[in-house]
Structure formats: structure tokens, C-alpha cells
């Protein structure tokens, strides 16, 4: 025998108390009731203008000698009836059915987000047909108190929110600049609009500024979405409330990562949304895009789905959302190839920016080798050189640990810093780039060091004062590292791929030097001298070690 068993709440305080522990932090607290504000402003939004009939502005005051917070705007206001529906109509707000509208409101839940930081809430309201009134909603009480108000909405309409007795801790960590920070963020498409959101404390104020992606230099990805077929079920929805992609791949890393959005309020980063990681997990490319610092933008869903309760996700909605979800991954490799390009070009603009600091340091040890063979040839010696000594010495994870000992050119045990070229002459030049002739044009002088991708049996070459490095060696490949990301993953500079260079180079610069200056050393010195000019090389690359390559370029600064 079945029978209907009634769902009580015994204590309807309690729970909306534990409900509003999903909001998280107060400066996500704060971004609820900004939200009702712009929600409020929809009443006057002109479609086809978009903006609205009027300047709108809201204002935030952070007043910490009183531990409270007030929202204030000049948007359409509520009467009475509204105001009491905060208290007694929740989950039955008459936002809720305003179908294609910008509103985001629909749960009845906003109004009680302070409850998990603050102790009370009041809202003074005040609509152009009726008086100013006033709302106290304290957490630990069944009941609000509704009653006329004093007359302190400046505007004709509007509504100021303060939430009071929030906790001391939390405000103080709240700073009016991660503030700002998180609303850009948060309404960031609908800041774009006529509308001023100031935030105010003790000794600040700052003006929330719309994001503008067309100020960066990179390769715009824009498409829309007008349908998705879910199950068979092909569901056409009209221009005007097509989902939009609107993408850009950067020149330069941007911290700015693809957002998913409802009606113009951030939900969460891409992969912060649960629906959409796993979602990606399973059906997505085998590289994580969504996430490289390389793309940035936003995919906004309009009102085609509709937020969770703490509108950190989308509802599921008998499979639509994994349909609308099919339909955006139908882009990604679009955005792959994309991406893939621009870090191909980082990648050759990464090798020649070290090919030039590597070039640096074969200076730098060049100078020293021939101070130290001028020395010799004072004395009558010229069957080997004396340049600094370095002891080896290896880690626990098998890479060199190198330090300088002695005094004089080039010895410190200080971090290496980058030198410049030396002084650039006539003449023919030595392999540090120097002679005894007169300034002349720069990188004529020297030995020049350079990357080609290109598969070779050699690991590097010389010719006409370059050594070439093939960087589709396997030994060369071999020892790069990369960063987390798969196929888009960026190379970093590993202590093998150190080893490796330091050795390839050794062998050809020693080639030419000997060469050039005519000494036939013994094997054994030959050996020793390969060795030690090894260590000094690697030496000057270890504040390369583990950094990504296009960072190469900050490290030389």
C-alpha cells in the first residue's frame, strides 16, 4: 500500500543558512546582489539599442569601521509586495519565467547569500509609483520586518542593499582592488553597456572598466550556434539568442582564461564548470586548449541553459546540455590548429633568443680563453690553455652542479648574469669577436650560435662562424622537457638539454680554436680542456634550467 508522506521543513532558517555556505566567499556574496541590480535594469534595456534607456550606475561601499557592506542602484526599485518576497516567496521569483530576457534571477535565493558572512541584511527600495520602504531579514530569525523607510534613495528609483555585522576577518581580506578585479570578471559583457559600477572604501575608489578583446594582438575565433540536435531532436533557436563563441589566441600568454557564461554573468573558467571538464574529458580533444595561456575569451549560452543554485555550473535538463556542449567542441580543432601555430612561432622566436644568449656566453668563455692563451704566448707556451677551472659535481637527479673557484674574469659564486657583446671590430675577427682592428658593424665579429629544425645525422655543424644545432636530432629531442598540456605544451630548458648543448657546442668551438690559433695540443690535454670548457658553459645555463623557452628572453634582461 503506498501512501503520500508530506516533505516538512521544520526549520526553514537552518537551511537557507546552509545553503548559502555554496556561495563561497564574500566577494562572490557581493557579485549576488550586483546581479539583482542589473537584473532590476533589465525592466529598461532597449534590445535593438543595446543599452539601456538610461545611465545606469551601482554603487559599492565597503565600510570596514562597521563591518558592513551597501550596494546602491538607481534601476527600478520594488514596492512592498516585492520586498516581502524576499522574505516569504522563496524559490518562486518573479524573475523566473521572463523568457529570453537578460535576467538571471529565477530561485528566489539571491537575497540570502549574506547569511553565510553576515548577520542581517536590509534593503531600502523605492519604485517612482509608490513610497520608500525597508526589509531586515537576521539569519537566526523565522520572520523579517517590513516597514515604511527615511527617505535615503537619493534617485527618484533604485534600491540600496547592506549587508551588516559581516565578519571582521573576511572584510579585511576583501580589498577593493580583487574586488574590481572579480567584477570585471564576473559581468564583464554587460559592463559594456551604459552602466558605471563604483566601489568605495575608507581611502579608495575605482571605476569597474569593460574588457575590450579586440585590444589584443592575436587570431580572433568567433562563431555562433543557431541549433543542436539532442538524441535525434534538432532544436532550432533564433538569432538573436544563438549561443556565441567569441575566442582570441594571443600573441602573448594572457591570464585571462575561456569563460562559460549565462546571460551576461561568468559562471566559471572553462574547466572550473564540473559539466564542461568532464564533458571535454570524454568527448574533447586529446590536448587541454581550454586552458592554455595562449587562448583567452568567452562562450556565453545565453538563456539556452540555465545555472545551478550557486550558479557555479549549468543544469543537465534531460540531456541538453550535453547537446550544446557536442555542438561547441565541434570547434576545437580549429582552435587547436590555431594555437598549434602561434606556439610553433613562440617556438622558432624562443630558439632564436636563446641561439643569441647562447651565442653571449660562447663569447664570454671565448674572452677568457684568450686572455688566458695571451698570457701563455708571454711566457713562450702556447701548447695549451689555462682558462678557469671548474669542479663537477652531480645532483641526486643525475643533472651538474657546477661553482666557480678562484678570483679574476668571469669567477664568481654569484648567479651568472648575461653579458652583452663585446666591442665590435674590423679586421678578422677571433672567435670572441675581437682583433686589434677598429669598431665596425654589429654581429659580424665571432662565433654565432643558431637552431635548425631539421633532421640530420650530425648534431650540429659549423659554417662560415655559425654552429648550426639540429633540433630534430633524437638526442636533442631527447632531452627537452615540457610543460603540462600535451601536444600544446611549451619546451623548457631541462639540465640534460644544458648537458647536451654545452657538450655540442664545446666540440665545434675547440675545433675552430685550435684551428685558428694554430696549437696542437696533446690528446690528453685536448680531453681536459674539452672537459673544463664544458663545465664553464654549463655553468653559465643554469639559470635557464627548468624555465620555459619563451621566458629565455626575460631571464637575458
Same mark, same amino acid.
Given at each position: 500500500?503506498?501512501?503520500?508522506?508530506?516533505?516538512?521543513?521544520?526549520?526553514?532558517?537552518?537551511?537557507?543558512?546552509?545553503?548559502?555556505?555554496?556561495?563561497?566567499?564574500?566577494?562572490?556574496?557581493?557579485?549576488?546582489?550586483?546581479?539583482?541590480?542589473?537584473?532590476?535594469?533589465? =525592466?529598461?534595456?532597449?534590445?535593438?539599442?543595446?543599452?539601456?534607456?538610461?545611465?545606469?550606475?551601482?554603487?559599492?561601499?565597503?565600510?570596514?569601521?562597521?563591518?558592513?557592506?551597501?550596494?546602491?542602484?538607481?534601476?527600478?526599485?520594488?514596492?512592498? $509586495?516585492?520586498?516581502?518576497?524576499?522574505?516569504?516567496?522563496?524559490?518562486?521569483?518573479?524573475?523566473?519565467? %521572463? %523568457?529570453?530576457?537578460?535576467?538571471?534571477?529565477?530561485?528566489?535565493?539571491?537575497?540570502?547569500?549574506?547569511?553565510?558572512?553576515?548577520?542581517?541584511?536590509?534593503? #531600502?527600495?523605492?519604485?517612482?509609483?509608490?513610497? *520608500?520602504?525597508?526589509?531586515?531579514?537576521?539569519?537566526?530569525?523565522?520572520?523579517?520586518?517590513?516597514?515604511?523607510?527615511?527617505?535615503?534613495?537619493? =534617485?527618484?528609483?533604485?534600491?540600496?542593499?547592506?549587508?551588516?555585522?559581516?565578519?571582521?576577518?573576511?572584510? %579585511?581580506?576583501?580589498?577593493?582592488?580583487?574586488? %574590481?578585479?572579480?567584477? *570585471?570578471?564576473?559581468?564583464?559583457?554587460?559592463?559594456?553597456?551604459?552602466?558605471?559600477?563604483?566601489?568605495?572604501? $575608507?581611502?579608495?575608489?575605482?571605476?569597474?572598466?569593460?574588457?575590450?578583446?579586440?585590444?589584443?594582438?592575436? #587570431?580572433?575565433?568567433?562563431?555562433?550556434?543557431?541549433?543542436? /540536435?539532442?538524441?535525434?531532436?534538432?532544436?532550432?533557436?533564433?538569432? /538573436?539568442?544563438?549561443?556565441?563563441?567569441?575566442?582570441?589566441?594571443?600573441?602573448?600568454?594572457?591570464?585571462?582564461?575561456? @569563460?562559460?557564461?549565462?546571460?551576461?554573468?561568468?559562471?566559471?573558467?572553462?574547466?572550473?564548470?564540473?559539466?564542461?571538464?568532464?564533458?571535454?574529458?570524454?568527448?574533447?580533444?586529446?590536448?587541454?586548449?581550454?586552458?592554455?595561456?595562449?587562448?583567452?575569451? @568567452?562562450?556565453?549560452?545565453?538563456?539556452?541553459?540555465?545555472?545551478?543554485?550557486?550558479?557555479?555550473?549549468?543544469?543537465?535538463?534531460?540531456?541538453?546540455?550535453?547537446?550544446? @556542449?557536442?555542438?561547441?567542441?565541434?570547434?576545437?580543432?580549429?582552435?587547436?590548429?590555431?594555437?598549434?601555430?602561434?606556439?610553433?612561432?613562440?617556438?622558432?622566436?624562443?630558439?632564436?633568443?636563446?641561439?643569441?644568449?647562447?651565442?653571449?656566453?660562447?663569447?664570454?668563455?671565448?674572452?677568457?680563453?684568450?686572455?688566458?692563451?695571451?698570457?701563455?704566448?708571454?711566457?713562450?707556451?702556447?701548447?695549451?690553455? =689555462?682558462?678557469?677551472?671548474?669542479?663537477?659535481?652531480?645532483?641526486?637527479?643525475?643533472?651538474?652542479?657546477?661553482?666557480?673557484?678562484?678570483?679574476? &674574469?668571469?669567477?664568481?659564486?654569484?648567479?651568472?648574469?648575461?653579458?652583452?657583446?663585446?666591442?665590435?671590430?674590423?679586421?678578422?675577427?677571433?672567435? $670572441?669577436?675581437?682583433?686589434?682592428?677598429?669598431?665596425?658593424?654589429?654581429?659580424?665579429?665571432?662565433?654565432?650560435?643558431?637552431?635548425?629544425?631539421?633532421?640530420? =645525422? &650530425?648534431?650540429?655543424?659549423?659554417?662560415?662562424?655559425? #654552429?648550426?644545432?639540429?633540433?630534430?636530432?633524437?638526442?636533442?629531442?631527447?632531452?627537452?622537457?615540457?610543460?603540462?598540456?600535451?601536444?600544446?605544451?611549451?619546451?623548457?630548458?631541462?639540465?640534460?638539454?644544458?648537458?647536451?648543448?654545452?657538450?655540442?657546442?664545446?666540440?665545434?668551438?675547440?675545433?675552430?680554436? @685550435?684551428?685558428?690559433?694554430?696549437?696542437?695540443?696533446?690528446?690528453?690535454?685536448?680531453?681536459?680542456?674539452?672537459?673544463?670548457?664544458?663545465?664553464?658553459?654549463? /655553468?653559465?645555463?643554469?639559470?635557464?634550467?627548468?624555465?620555459?623557452?619563451?621566458?629565455?628572453?626575460?631571464?637575458?634582461?
Amino acid at each position: 500500500m503506498k501512501r503520500d508522506i508530506p516533505i516538512q521543513i521544520n526549520n526553514h532558517t537552518e537551511l537557507l543558512n546552509l545553503i548559502s555556505q555554496g556561495y563561497g566567499s564574500l566577494s562572490r556574496t557581493v557579485m549576488e546582489y550586483i546581479d539583482n541590480s542589473f537584473d532590476s535594469a533589465d =525592466e529598461f534595456f532597449e534590445n535593438t539599442q543595446q543599452k539601456y534607456s538610461r545611465d545606469v550606475y551601482i554603487i559599492l561601499e565597503l565600510d570596514r569601521s562597521r563591518n558592513s557592506i551597501s550596494i546602491t542602484d538607481n534601476c527600478v526599485g520594488m514596492d512592498s $509586495d516585492t520586498l516581502a518576497r524576499l522574505a516569504n516567496k522563496i524559490n518562486d521569483s518573479v524573475k523566473k519565467n %521572463k %523568457k529570453g530576457s537578460w535576467v538571471n534571477g529565477q530561485f528566489g535565493l539571491g537575497a540570502h547569500a549574506f547569511r553565510l558572512f553576515a548577520t542581517n541584511l536590509t534593503v #531600502i527600495s523605492k519604485r517612482s509609483d509608490t513610497p *520608500e520602504y525597508v526589509i531586515s531579514i537576521h539569519k537566526e530569525d523565522d520572520s523579517a520586518k517590513l516597514s515604511d523607510s527615511y527617505n535615503s534613495i537619493v =534617485e527618484d528609483t533604485g534600491t540600496k542593499v547592506t549587508l551588516n555585522n559581516i565578519d571582521k576577518n573576511q572584510l %579585511k581580506t576583501l580589498s577593493t582592488a580583487d574586488l %574590481k578585479n572579480d567584477i *570585471e570578471i564576473h559581468f564583464e559583457s554587460l559592463l559594456n553597456r551604459n552602466v558605471q559600477i563604483v566601489i568605495k572604501d $575608507d581611502v579608495n575608489e575605482v571605476v569597474c572598466e569593460p574588457y575590450n578583446y579586440d585590444d589584443i594582438e592575436g #587570431i580572433p575565433i568567433k562563431k555562433t550556434i543557431t541549433q543542436w /540536435n539532442n538524441n535525434g531532436t534538432i532544436t532550432n533557436i533564433p538569432e /538573436n539568442n544563438a549561443i556565441e563563441i567569441n575566442l582570441k589566441i594571443c600573441k602573448q600568454p594572457n591570464n585571462r582564461p575561456v @569563460y562559460l557564461s549565462g546571460i551576461g554573468r561568468k559562471i566559471g573558467n572553462a574547466l572550473d564548470v564540473k559539466s564542461f571538464k568532464n564533458f571535454v574529458n570524454n568527448y574533447g580533444h586529446k590536448s587541454n586548449i581550454w586552458y592554455n595561456p595562449l587562448i583567452t575569451g @568567452y562562450i556565453e549560452m545565453k538563456d539556452n541553459l540555465r545555472p545551478v543554485v550557486h550558479r557555479d555550473d549549468f543544469e543537465p535538463h534531460n540531456g541538453k546540455r550535453s547537446a550544446v @556542449y557536442t555542438e561547441v567542441l565541434k570547434f576545437e580543432d580549429e582552435i587547436f590548429a590555431a594555437i598549434q601555430k602561434e606556439m610553433q612561432n613562440k617556438t622558432d622566436e624562443g630558439m632564436k633568443t636563446l641561439g643569441d644568449a647562447l651565442t653571449d656566453m660562447l663569447t664570454k668563455l671565448a674572452n677568457e680563453d684568450n686572455l688566458a692563451l695571451r698570457k701563455l704566448e708571454e711566457t713562450g707556451n702556447k701548447t695549451q690553455t =689555462e682558462a678557469p677551472q671548474v669542479p663537477f659535481s652531480e645532483s641526486e637527479d643525475g643533472s651538474s652542479i657546477f661553482t666557480v673557484e678562484g678570483s679574476g &674574469e668571469g669567477q664568481t659564486d654569484n648567479p651568472i648574469e648575461q653579458p652583452g657583446r663585446p666591442e665590435d671590430v674590423t679586421g678578422n675577427p677571433d672567435l $670572441d669577436g675581437t682583433s686589434l682592428g677598429t669598431p665596425a658593424q654589429p654581429k659580424k665579429q665571432g662565433m654565432q650560435i643558431e637552431f635548425m629544425a631539421m633532421a640530420n =645525422e &650530425e648534431r650540429a655543424t659549423y659554417s662560415d662562424g655559425i #654552429i648550426y644545432i639540429f633540433t630534430d636530432h633524437p638526442d636533442f629531442q631527447a632531452r627537452t622537457g615540457r610543460t603540462h598540456g600535451g601536444e600544446l605544451s611549451s619546451m623548457k630548458i631541462t639540465a640534460r638539454l644544458a648537458n647536451y648543448l654545452a657538450a655540442v657546442i664545446s666540440s665545434k668551438y675547440k675545433e675552430q680554436f @685550435y684551428q685558428r690559433k694554430k696549437i696542437n695540443p696533446d690528446r690528453d690535454r685536448v680531453l681536459d680542456e674539452q672537459i673544463n670548457f664544458i663545465f664553464r658553459f654549463e /655553468n653559465l645555463m643554469q639559470g635557464f634550467i627548468d624555465q620555459r623557452l619563451d621566458k629565455i628572453g626575460d631571464i637575458t634582461k
